[in-house]
């Protein structure tokens, strides 16, 4: 059976032209109320009447009512349009969804669930939100004397449509999608009886599967750090430590292959001699993980990594000073040189910098202008 709010919309034409009518009321309220006041004055002013204190109250009097009802009615001729370029934009989204799938995304976001995902949590979410913001703009619509009724008569069905969307995916042990719906649901109900129940048989589904689900994570996390994929391991140790996250081993788990990611990205660096790289990676994850064993190895190699960085600086420097003079760009050459004498004064090129900044010079003052 249809809703009352969709039958009063369609007997009116739809949400379009209701906003429109709306609108139009407000316009019709503002202008009234002005020519009401207008016409008042001018009757007053004709038979030669004075214009007393109480005259000017009544008329100010009929001016706040009559743009305050004007506001309000205009007021609620832009909500309508928002919602319903809100509701238009979801349902386009939505409807792109279906059409390239849930993609990638609702993948990852399935990954350690203990069975195949039925309607992902993205999408029973996002249907939730427009089917909110459809009955928001119906209730906005019905007369005063029932929008309370309708609306308690809503909210009550959206929290059944709720409970046998959570009590589903427990059925079906998809234990991500059943904590967001959970999580959804307080946002928006806050806690009720059925959403506790709900919740203790969330955790007794996380118990019952989560030693199943740390073995299956493992395995493949150690399958991808043996080829290399540090990334991959981390998206499915990430992905146990949100399914279960009362489990202590699974939050380990995600730290350390996130932290073995961090440490395998500086050897890189290393092994490319990208000092630079590395020596910013490397100081990185010392402030980061103070107290572990990479960490004091990290800490020996500190010094080396900041000597190699900034050779590399400097010879990049300098091969950058070559090129402007090459091109005969002697002011831009003049500035990198005197920023390396400043930066690394001591150093062998910063020495000879010196002797050479006054040759630049020179030809900058003879006439030849430098290609900014």
């Not at 630079?276 to 990676?281: I, M, N, Q, S």
Request: charged share 25%.
């Amino acid at each position: 059976m249809d809703r009352p709010t969709q039958r009063f919309s369609r007997q009116f034409g739809g949400p379009l032209l209701v906003t429109a009518l709306v609108q139009i009321l407000g316009v019709c309220a503002l202008v009234a109320t002005a020519l009401g006041v207008l016409w008042r004055l001018w009757v007053n002013v004709s038979a030669g009447h004075p214009v007393s204190a109480d005259f000017a109250l009544g008329l100010v009097g009929i001016l706040v009512l009559g743009a305050t009802g004007g506001g309000l009615l205009l007021g609620l001729a832009a909500l309508l349009r928002y919602l319903e370029g809100l509701i238009r934009s979801l349902q386009s989204l939505d409807r792109e969804r279906r059409h390239l799938g849930e993609g990638a995304f609702d993948e990852m976001q399935a990954a350690g669930d203990s069975s195949a995902p039925g309607a992902t949590p993205t999408r029973i979410l996002l249907a939730d939100m427009l089917a909110a913001l459809e009955e928001m703009r119906d209730i906005s619509l019905l007369p005063e004397s029932d929008r309370q009724e309708v609306s308690q008569r809503m909210v009550a069905q959206q929290q059944q449509r709720l409970n046998i969307q959570i009590r589903a995916a427990i059925e079906d042990h998809r234990l991500r999608g059943a904590r967001q719906l959970l999580d959804h649901g307080i946002a928006r109900f806050g806690a009720t009886p059925d959403l506790d129940l709900l919740s203790k048989d969330i955790d007794a589904l996380d118990a019952s599967t989560e030693p199943l689900d740390y073995a299956r994570a493992l395995a493949k996390a150690e399958e991808f750090i043996r080829t290399g994929e540090w990334g991959a391991a981390e998206r499915i140790t990430k992905a146990q430590a949100t399914g279960h996250p009362q489990s202590q081993r699974s939050r380990q788990l995600c730290e350390t292959t996130s932290r073995g990611r961090r440490y395998a990205l500086i050897q890189e660096y290393t092994t490319k001699r990208s000092w630079t790289e590395a020596l910013a990676a490397a100081e990185e994850f010392v402030a980061t993980y103070p107290n572990t064993l990479e960490t004091k190895g990290l800490n020996s190699q500190l010094g080396t990594l900041r000597s190699n960085a900034e050779i590399q600086r400097r010879k990049q420097y300098e091969t950058l000073i070559h090129d402007h003079i090459k091109k005969r760009r002697f002011g831009d050459a003049i500035r990198l040189a005197r920023t390396v004498i400043d930066n690394f004064p001591s150093s062998p090129q910063a020495q000879a910098l010196k002797k050479q900044i006054p040759l630049l010079e020179r030809k900058v003052g003879q006439g030849v202008l430098s290609a900014e």
